[in-house]
């Protein structure tokens, strides 16, 4: 989904834009693949030193989908995430001196780092592992603004450049909030082997019940922003209107409802795949924009 993301990026909401609004890119088709796919090694970086994290409470969430131990040995899941990682950070080293932007290497070392940081630790503290998870989801749609709207910003294109890369923003703001709710969701989900391995997650603090009440009330967040959204400043392009209401509305107001009724691990486990899917769907209408724009 991240690679899918950033080629959405790149390749419906910038490059059509290029003779009509005066978009300027950076990268070529080369460099643009290196980005993803840079992205994408750091990601499964993070995948694999969680699941190494995770052998423990995965044995009683997840029996069925533990890989380290099973399939691979530690040595080797630990051994694939060091790879994965320097081959991401040094393309992004790479990439960035290529742009002239250096500093910008940084924000691979980052995101690298904060997944690390993550599953080693902070995934144990209340809130701020999931809140850490889902702004490294984020970063990986604003690192295509980065590297492809800033390196060429000028006096005569800065209207046109900042106004896209808000526009990406917003969309970063969106899978913040998606994910967000949706990891909270996965914790409750699964408290059991969370229980068992000490990590001290919403629902393991407040209770079960409580922290489905709060998950409800913070679903409503990305539900009204996107309605606020959709009436502000796309209300005059009914294919928008259509595709928001049925796409993403709609499929949020059923995850408020039945995260109000939800009682058993199914139940979150069916909420956390319509999340899921709201997330793909919410990212797929930047399709759109060179049909309406």
Not at 198 to 227: C, E, H, M, W, Y
Not at 246 to 273: G, R
Request: include cysteine; glycine fraction near 6%.
């Amino acid at each position: 989904m991240i690679a899918l993301v950033q080629v959405l990026i790149k390749y419906a909401l910038l490059l059509p834009f290029y003779e009509s609004y005066g978009v300027i890119t950076t990268l070529g088709p080369l460099q643009f693949a290196l980005l993803v796919f840079a992205t994408v090694c750091i990601a499964a970086g993070g995948y694999v030193i969680n699941d190494i994290y995770d052998i423990e409470s995965d044995e009683v969430n997840k029996p069925e989908r533990v890989i380290v131990g099973k399939h691979i040995s530690e040595k080797i899941a630990l051994r694939s995430f060091i790879i994965l990682n320097v081959i991401g950070v040094g393309i992004g080293f790479y990439l960035s001196n290529v742009i002239g932007k250096s500093g910008f290497f940084v924000l691979f070392f980052m995101a690298s780092a904060l997944l690390y940081l993550y599953a080693s630790y902070l995934k144990q503290i209340l809130l701020v592992g999931n809140i850490v998870v889902s702004l490294v989801v984020a970063l990986s749609l604003l690192l295509v603004g980065f590297f492809e709207l800033l390196p060429v910003i000028n006096s005569e294109n800065r209207e046109v450049q900042i106004f896209f890369f808000k526009l990406i923003l917003d969309y970063a703001i969106f899978a913040f909030m998606i994910n967000l709710i949706r990891e909270l969701v996965k914790d409750i989900e699964d408290i059991d082997g969370d229980y068992k391995a000490g990590i001290q997650t919403l629902p393991i603090v407040v209770g079960r019940d409580r922290a489905n009440k709060i998950v409800f009330i913070l679903s409503l967040i990305p539900l009204f922003f996107i309605i606020y959204y959709v009436i502000t400043y796309l209300f005059k392009q009914q294919l928008f209107v259509w595709y928001f209401l049925i796409l993403i509305i709609a499929p949020l107001i059923y995850v408020t409802i039945k995260l109000f009724s939800a009682e058993q691990k199914s139940h979150y486990k069916h909420i956390s795949l319509i999340l899921k899917l709201v997330m793909l769907t919410g990212m797929l209408s930047m399709a759109i924009y060179p049909y309406v724009l």
